[in-house]
């Protein structure tokens, strides 16, 4: 291989190597560096083991160690199995050097097969005698790779062999069997040869071995070819010595020993027979040494017999000789039964068997079974094998049983039980195991004796202490009962008078965790009041004050049942008890202090109480750690926290506010009552558990109260009118409360710029979230100076609180003088069309525009989308920045319903750099036209590094700003196949990527209905705003001010009701102005009212249905379900829950879930359609009308059965 340097050679010589050696499946020839020169196989399959070829270069290139021979560094791996037929395998390697300079020149790999293994121990079994009962394999790693049964390497089978090789027996609790296992070393890899048989079988298991060791050696050998060359009588000589000395030890010379060998393997191999042969003698003597055992087992019988009487304890006695017996002669169980009456019971028996038996109570009938015939016959019963008696009753626990001895326990004629033993082994019970049993039977039965009289005197004599126990026992059960531990204590406080309140305190405040302080304070009162004074010790003063002190605390303490004895304790502990003169007690005239405090915690009823408490004997002073109610003073003063959260609700005017810092305030004191049950005693705590739980109990009130109260809203609609005689102002009332207005009545005060015509007005029930319209006349001073004058109403009504609520509200109503002399308007109005730059009739969205030009205006300028509905005014606005961003940008406007409508990239990208031209012409900068021809090959690329570049230059410090319009039509033009999907990653690249360029996208979708994935790529990148109605302010301008110079006015009823349809809708507002300037010029009228509104309304529902009908269309079946009901069940003033709404259509026969009436409702506010009432109502959501004018076309021209009949189809 070293002197042919052609591949073609190189692999002649390794596949002669396959062709002589058929133990070989693949051949690979590697450079030093691992590369492949040259490889050959005996299959088209791609040999495995890839996986060790780089663990065998390291192995192979790998620092030598000593003296170490490199050409015998041989490469073993472990063996693996084929996926595809389960065949054995190994991988080997060996180096091959350079014979001039000794550098490693190649490494050979080969892909060693061992089925042969499996092949010669099926010859073994077929041609070479094996006796029946002897297996023989080859294990390595605990995996056995070669077995003469084939399915055992498919199932991959396990096995662990003896860690020490040579001869084992009982091996795997196989006593009778023989395992003969000889490693054989392969570098780092141990084969195992496996041989297992019967004793009688030693002889052909040696001769197998050998054969089994010299395949082995064989197989892998081969890599010899590249290594040495062996002689041949060195190999055959040394085995015919073993098999001379083999024959010797069959004849039964087991002195012979096999000679060494000069080769290291059968070296080995005839050390391990050695051993074998050391064995099988070993055995013999074992044999010796068991009968040698057993006698000295029958001395050990009368060792044993003697230590049983020295046991007094019948259950320690039986235990003791149930296990010395099994022990001593290793049998296979033993029970012990003793007699009762009729039944023997079982009280010891060995092992788990035993443990199982004594747990179920075993018990044998007198006479029945081996143990019951053997204490009626009152006679040893030996069955040698019981399977052949008649009278033996198997045990399932017992399953092995196959002999068994029962032998009575008794003395004289007394049968005291029966010791029962029991062998695995048939046979194994003989007459000597009886004679041995019966005599160690006759000592229990002594030994039972001698212990149950030992037992008698015992108990005789636990009686007599028993006696003077239970005397003992009367006087401690008095001294422990509640009244004689009171009295103990009453003594203790005798000489400590002044640390009287300390300890009573202290015995209170473990009444919680201890009940006999309980008690024992249920019975001090009595025995401190009722004790005389005994040679002058104790005053009767003095004993009164610890009565009455030891009676609050018991107050304090039986409030835990009985919550009206806190305030009775309280009471007693800070104003009803005074110490005698002297001595002073420790503490007390603070604790007093702070007793009253807790008092008035206890006793206050409204919010205002709690917030005019007085923390400051709680916050000022600084309690001593000694003081007693130190831990109480402080969890008290954080009560200041809830005072503090009251008075902010008391401060704040909205119900909401409200609501929000009484449920702070609740909060926080849950959270100091759970702070104080960890930290204070049962006293203390008891007391502070009562104050927050009053406390709780208050806000929860007014928690109540404010959740169902009315909350009424009133503003005056009429705020303009004409100098008449008599005028009428309309106010509206609206309820914004949790609860229902009742018997609600609108009075107007008098005041002397007016006098009354209609003095009030009245609405039966306002529910939450109602509203409703009073009109009432009043007569104005008549005085030519007058131009204005304030009006008063009070709002009376009643709610859950009470009757009689009140609400007064105020406000200025205009007196306008003569209209102007009529003028014809060139209407302004545009309905439709987009508003060009600067046009006056473009009115607020001053926030969004703003937010625009900051965005654009700053370091880092973000990419913006506009989500807006149609005819929401989204173009008019892009075309507004023109003229709002100044010369920092160049606007391109990009219309999406013409951009991709021409097929192609190229196209497009012409289109929009056609624009981006013609806007640079609007600025007077000229760059060349683009053409087709510019982006024919790769439009993306010359768009931006040609085009732009151009673009870019001509602009200089300017930025490009691109206003997408109509942006989701790209996607259409790429369902379409007009524009390839690239076009958005495209876009976004350069977003990110070109400093002077901006994008604002404009379009009709949210952003979560826009759910492909061109538009994730886009729009993860950029910021959105929504473009919703105009605000009320914003319409009223746009509705007044053009007409304005004109002298056409519109009356404040006209202006609500245009507001009241239209919500600031920017199209609607323009339709309606548009028409009503045209009946304007019409009438010659400069002051239109609201009749003058609901005609011009009549018109548009009959004339303008193209928008109404967009919104319809755009409306699933059950939103157009719901848009009917609606436009029937309420008037535009009006509002709704799902609930009605599902009750309303019940009752018509139209049956729908209430959760899809709920999903309609919701997404048709997300339209603008409808409106979220932000009502404070903890039910389900309200909704009114937003764009009223829909809903009085839905009335008008659909009809809930036309509907009906589309939503079952």
């Known amino acids: 291989l070293l002197d042919l340097k052609s591949q073609q050679d190189q692999e002649e010589i390794l596949g002669h190597l396959l062709f002589k050696e058929k133990a070989f499946r693949a051949l690979r020839l590697v450079d030093a560096e691992g590369n492949q020169i040259a490889f050959r196989s005996t299959t088209t399959r791609a040999p495995e083991g890839n996986q060790f070829l780089s663990e065998a270069m390291n192995f192979i290139t790998s620092e030598p160690t000593g003296d170490e021979n490199l050409e015998a560094r041989v490469f073993y791996s472990e063996v693996q199995f084929t996926t595809d037929t389960h065949q054995p395998y190994m991988i080997m390697a060996t180096p091959i050097y350079n014979r001039r300079d000794g550098t490693l020149s190649y490494v050979l790999f080969a892909h060693v097969r061992l089925e042969q293994l ?110 040495a060359v062996y002689a041949t009588n060195g190999l055959t000589n040394p085995i015919q010595n073993l098999v001379n000395t083999a ?143 008649p009278d033996w009753v198997a045990n399932p626990i017992l399953s092995d049983t196959q002999a068994e001895l029962a032998v009575p326990i008794s003395r004289g004629t007394q049968v005291l039980g029966v010791l029962d033993v029991q062998h695995n082994v048939a046979g194994g019970l003989r007459q000597e195991d009886a004679d041995l049993i019966q005599s160690i039977a006759n000592q229990l039965a002594v030994a039972l004796l001698n212990a149950q009289t030992f037992e008698q005197l015992v108990s005789e004599k636990f009686a007599e202490a028993r006696q003077k126990e239970e005397a003992e026992k009367l006087l401690e059960a008095y001294r422990l009962s509640p009244v004689g531990r009171a009295e103990a204590f009453a003594q203790q406080l005798a000489p400590l008078p002044d640390l009287a309140f300390t300890m009573l305190h202290q015995l209170a405040q473990t009444a919680g965790q201890n ?206 009118s004409w100098q008449h ?223 732009l570049v151009q673009v870019f230059s001509a602009i200089g410090d300017r930025a490009l700003l691109v206003l997408f319009d109509e942006f989701e039509e790209l996607e259409i033009a790429v369902q379409r196949g007009h524009l390839d999907a690239s076009i958005f990653g495209f876009l976004r690249h350069l977003i990110q990527h070109t400093p002077k360029l901006s994008f604002i996208f404009c379009g009709t979708h949210r952003l979560e209905e826009l759910v492909t994935d061109y538009w994730n790529v886009l729009f993860n990148i950029s910021l959105y705003q929504r473009i919703g109605y105009l605000s009320r302010d914003e319409a009223t301008r746009l509705i007044q001010q053009p007409v304005e110079p004109f002298g056409m006015q519109y009356d404040d009823l006209a202006l609500e009701k245009i507001w009241r349809v239209t919500a600031g809708h920017p199209y609607f507002l323009q339709l309606i102005c548009h028409n009503l300037v045209n009946r304007h010029n019409r009438t010659q009228n400069n002051y239109l009212t609201v009749v003058e509104v609901n005609a011009t309304l009549d018109e548009i529902l009959s004339t303008g249905e193209a928008h109404f009908i967009y919104l319809w269309t755009e409306s699933s079946l059950e939103e157009r379900l719901i848009l009917v009901a609606l436009s029937r069940s309420i008037p535009l003033t009006g509002s709704v829950q799902a609930a009605q709404l599902n009750d309303y259509l019940t009752e018509r026969g139209i049956q729908i879930e209430r959760r899809a009436v709920r999903d309609a409702l919701y997404r048709l506010s997300l339209r603008d359609i409808l409106k979220e009432d932000d009502t404070e109502s903890v039910e389900e959501p309200i909704y009114r009308w937003q764009l009223g004018l829909l809903g009085l076309w839905v009335e008008k021209f659909k009809s809930l059965g036309r509907v009906m009949d589309e939503v079952t189809k």
């Open 515 to 720: 009940p006999d302080s309980v008690a024992i304070l249920n019975q001090l009162p009595r025995i401190l009041e009722d004790t005389q004074p005994r040679t002058g010790q104790r005053p009767p003063a003095e004993g009164f004050f610890l009565a009455r002190t030891a009676e609050g605390f018991n107050f304090l303490i039986a409030s835990q049942n009985a919550a009206e004895l806190l305030q009775v304790g309280l009471r007693i502990l800070s104003r009803q008890i005074s110490p005698p003169s002297t001595p002073d007690v420790t503490f007390l005239a603070q604790a007093q202090q702070i007793y009253e405090i807790c008092q008035l915690a206890v006793e206050v009823h409204m919010i205002s109480h709690i917030t005019q408490f007085d923390y400051r004997l709680l916050t000022d002073n600084h309690f001593s750690p000694e003081f007693p109610l130190t831990p109480l003073t402080t969890v008290l003063a954080k009560l200041k926290n809830i005072t503090e959260t009251l008075s902010a609700y008391e401060r704040v005017t909205t119900l909401q506010d409200k609501l929000g810092y009484l449920v702070s305030a609740v909060e926080r004191l849950r959270q100091i009552e759970r702070q104080a049950r960890t930290q204070l005693g049962t006293a203390d705590l008891n007391i502070l558990i009562r104050i927050t739980e009053n406390w709780q109990a208050v806000m929860s009130r007014t928690l109540s109260e404010l959740q169902t109260q009315a909350k009424i809203n009133c503003r005056l609609l009429t705020r303009h």
């Open 725 to 947: 005689d008599i005028i009428s102002i309309t106010l509206q009332v609206w309820n914004t409360g949790r609860g229902a207005a009742l018997n609600l009545k609108v009075a107007l005060l008098p005041e002397p710029e007016y006098t009354l015509v209609d003095d009030s007005d009245q609405i039966f029930q306002l529910n939450p979230g109602e509203e409703e319209q009073i009109v009432i006349r009043l007569r104005p001073r008549q005085d030519p100076a007058l131009s204005q004058f304030r009006v008063r109403f009070a709002v009376l009504y009643d709610d859950p609180r009470g009757p009689g609520q009140t609400e007064l509200f105020a406000d200025v109503i205009h007196l306008l003088s003569e209209p102007r002399r009529f003028q014809h308007i060139p209407n302004p109005y545009i309905v439709g069309t987009p508003l060009e730059p600067g046009s006056a009739l473009f009115f607020g969205r001053e926030e969004l525009l703003e937010a625009i030009q900051e965005n654009l205006a700053s370091a880092h300028r973000n990419n913006l989308v506009l989500i807006g509905q149609r005819r929401m005014g989204k173009t008019s606005i892009l075309k507004q920045l023109r003229k709002r961003l100044g010369a920092a940008f160049v606007p391109v406007y990009l219309d999406g319903q013409v951009m991709g409508l021409d097929p192609g990239m190229a196209n497009f990208f012409l289109g929009l750099a056609t624009e981006i031209m013609f806007a640079l012409e609007d600025q007077g900068i000229d760059i060349a036209p683009p053409t087709i021809h510019d982006f024919s090959v790769s439009p993306a690329a010359s768009f931006e590094h040609q085009f």
């Open 118 to 227: 499996s092949e010669t121990l099926q010859d073994l079994e077929i041609n070479d005698n094996v006796n029946e009962g002897t297996q023989i394999y080859i294990v390595q790693n605990e995996k056995i790779i070669a077995h003469p049964d084939a399915s055992v390497l498919l199932q991959e089978s396990f096995f662990s062999p003896p860690s020490t090789p040579g001869l084992t027996t009982g091996h795997n609790h196989q006593d009778d069997v023989l395992m003969v296992t000889y490693d054989l070393f392969f570098g780092s890899q141990v084969f195992t040869i496996v041989t297992e048989t019967p004793f009688s079988n030693v002889w052909n298991l040696t001769l197998s071995s050998w054969r089994i060791i010299l395949g082995l050696v064989g197989i892998t050998g081969s890599v010899g070819i590249f290594l």
């Open 247 to 389: 024959q010797k030890i069959r004849e039964g010379d087991f002195s012979q020993q096999a000679p060494p060998s000069e080769l290291s393997e059968l070296n080995t191999l005839a050390t391990t027979f050695n051993q074998m042969t050391s064995q099988l003698s070993h055995t013999l003597e074992n044999l010796e040494q068991r009968v040698a055992a057993r006698t000295q087992a029958l001395k050990t019988s009368s060792d044993v017999s003697h230590y049983l009487s020295t046991i007094l304890a019948e259950d320690q006695l039986v235990a003791e000789v149930a296990g010395l017996v099994q022990s001593a002669f290793n049998y296979y169980h033993v029970n012990i039964f003793l007699l009762d009456d009729q039944t023997l019971h079982l009280v010891a028996g060995t092992g788990t068997a035993g443990r199982a038996l004594l747990a179920e109570n075993f018990q044998i009938p007198l006479g029945i079974g081996l143990v019951g015939q053997a204490a009626s016959q009152k006679r040893p019963i030996l069955v040698p094998t019981v399977r052949d008696s």
